[in-house]
Each structure stands twice: as C-alpha cells, then as structure tokens.
C-alpha cells in the first residue's frame, strides 16, 4: 500500500491489538479455567463481559468524552488498556480477571470509534474509503494473525504470557500514536440534546439497523463454519483451518477493496454492492447443500468470495455514518460499535436455534435470508439520505449523495 502515512500504520496497529484482546482470550480458555478451577464455560464468560461492555459503553464514551483531543483520548485509552492487561497477567483471582476484563472493555469501548473518527478526519476526502479500509484491515488481522499468535503464546508460555504480550503490544501501539498521530484541537462539542437530534434522524438509525442484521447474517454462518463444511464436504480439521486461514486473508483484501469501491463510487453504493455481494455468495452456499459432497477445491473459493464480500462492507458503513453525522461523527461510530457486538450476539443465538431446528442445512439460507433484508434496510437508508435534509457534515458527507 504505497503512500500511506505513518499515522495510519499506527491508528491500524492499535486496533489490531485492542480487537486482538477481544478474541485472544478463546484460544486459551482451557489454561484459563484449569488454574481458577471453574468449567470453560465460566471462563468463557470472560469473552462475554468483554463485548457486552464494549456495546454498552461505547455509545456513553463517546459522549462524556466528545470535548476531549483525540490523541489524548486514544492515549489515555492506550494506558488503561496496558494496564488492565499487565493486572490480568497477575491476577490470581478470577473474579478480579472478570473485572480487568471490564477495564480492558472500557478502554477499547473508548478508543475504537475514535480510531475510526482520527482516520477520517486526517485522511484527504479522495482516500477517505482507503484509509478507513487500512485501519479495519487491522481489525480483520486480529482475527487472521493477532489470535493464531497470541493462542500460540499461551499454549508455549502459558495463558499469563498471552496477557502480557497484548499489554507490550498496547505499550508500542501508544508510543506509534504518540509518535506519528498529530495533536488536535478538543474544539467545542454540541449539546446533548444536538447529538441525539442528529443520531436519532432515520438514514442513521436505519444504517445501524442494516449493519446489525448483516452482521447477523455474516457471523451467523462465520459462528459455525466448522461444523457446516464438515457435512457440506467432508471437510476435516486440516481442511477447515485452511478454509479460515483463506477466509481472514479474503476477509483483509475485501476490506481494502470496498474501501477503494468508497473513494470511487460513494459509500451508499458501496454498500448496495457488497452486501449484495453477499446475499449471493450465500446463495451459492446453501444451493451447494443439495448437491453435497461438494469437492473441497469448489468449497475453497466460493468460501473466499462469501468472507470477502462479508468484510468489503466496513470501510462503507463508517464513511456513510461519518458523512451523515458531521459533527456527532465519532458518536456515530460508536453507536455503530454497539449495533456491530449485538449483530455477532445475535448471529450466535440465531445459528444455535437453526442447528437445533433444522439442522447445519439452513445455515446458508437462514444467513442469506438475513443479509437479504439488510440489503433492503441499506437501500431504504440510502433514499432516506438522499431526500432528507442533510446536518452540518465533515468534509466527506458530500459523497453521500453519490448513491443508486
């Protein structure tokens, strides 16, 4: 990626590590619960807390923190983050870990939508999509490489070292911010009543209502992968490694690829592509059921489309809420946080009572069906958009009305 600043290495480096934090902990939950002596399950819980704090308490950071500069933000962020990290690897309790969880969650809660708001305000209005497209790569990277390493960390240095290499990560990723991210001016918030006025105006509301439900969609298969290729190929444990192994760099070149669909034909166009996108590669799924065993080679590619298109869409959901929201943009996003964790929860909850009703046949459809319906609610938005009066928008809103 020729030209990109160092600023941007640095904002995609610190969400590399603070969703690295989010997911890590999975690989190493039987370490976890074999020393406090509770089940995996319970251990488990330390997953959960995680993101229901981060959908909870994004939305309230963003707004008790509106006034604040935002390197100081993601600053501050950077240092409660390390050093909930540094407390979990010494903790020898589990319910103190349970609490540093929550630390940690605050921390990230914070500082992700804010990634996302330096980004866009820094980056020039031609390379916004890009830019965006670059910082999510560091949030898809954390699931393709950021998990797979610091699982293998804990499995050779047991489950303290893996605590500890996310709070040297988070150390560096301060240090790259404070290095590289200019200083920016706190500059006056509007009133809360304002900021509600603005977030609660139907193109915003009914993008994050889409969002939630793609993401449903998407995770909803993502959730239970394993289980669906094993009947739909025959696949084994080697095979489905490789399968998620393509679909997180899938996943990284369709971010970067819908951020470049942004800068070239809007981000409500964007969206209409990939989600679309989407809903066919999913179609292609559940058609493939009916004709299982299905040779591993086709399986392959058709998984690398579906994982592509199910990332292609953030760069597009941030630049449209950005464009819509002007001043109250980081508040935005963090609402858009909120509706992305409870899209994934719903997609777990969702996937278990398809599993149990019908069987790993109505996964495809059941996702397909989903993101079919988002598709409906972006388009709806995006007319919304286009025939309502627009606020007070950041340099970027004006390619909003480059839509269908």
Known sequence: MPGVPAWLWALAAAAFVFFTDDYV?????????????????????????FALTVA?????????????????????ACAVFVAANVAAALTGS???????????????????????????????????????????????????????????IGGEFGWRATFAAVAVAGVLAGFAILATVPATPSGSAPGLGEQ???????????????????LAGSMLLLSYLA?????????????????????GVAGMLGVWWGGLAVDRVGPDRS???????????????AGLW????????LVVPVTAVWAGFAFWNSPAIQARLLGLAGPVGGQALALNTTATYLGVSLAGALGG?????????????????????????FRLAAVDARTSRSPDRSPGGSQQSRMI
């Open 353 to 377: 009572l398809v599993l149990g009703g019908v069987g790993t046949g109505g996964l495809a459809p059941a996702a397909a069906v989903l993101v079919a319906a988002s598709w409906v609610v």
């Open 25 to 49: 902990i999975a690989g190493v939950l039987p370490e976890i619960a074999g020393e406090f002596a509770v089940t995996e399950a319970v251990a488990g819980q330390l997953i959960t807390v």
């Open 196 to 214: 509600l006025a603005v977030l609660a105006r139907r193109p915003i509301t009914l993008g994050l209502l889409a969002n939630a439900t793609t």
């Open 290 to 297: 009916f004709v299982r065993p299905v040779p591993f080679w």
């Open 94 to 152: 589990f319910a103190v870990l349970m609490g540093l969880r929550v630390l940690a969650a605050l921390a990230a809660a914070a500082a992700t939508p804010a990634l996302f708001a330096v980004t866009a305000a820094l980056a020039p209005e031609s390379r916004r999509g890009r830019y965006l497209a670059v910082v999510s790569i560091g949030v898809t990277g954390s699931i393709a490489a950021g998990v797979p390493v610091g699982t293998w």
């Open 227 to 247: 289980p669906f290729v094993r009947e739909l190929s025959g696949t084994g444990p080697d095979g489905r490694a490789l399968l998620f192994a393509v679909s």
């Open 56 to 76: 909870v308490a994004a939305p309230v950071a963003a707004v008790v923190t509106a006034s604040w500069p935002r390197r100081l933000l993601l600053l501050a």
């Open 271 to 285: 969206l209409l592509i990939g989600v679309g996108g989407l809903v066919a590669a999913l179609g292609v799924l």
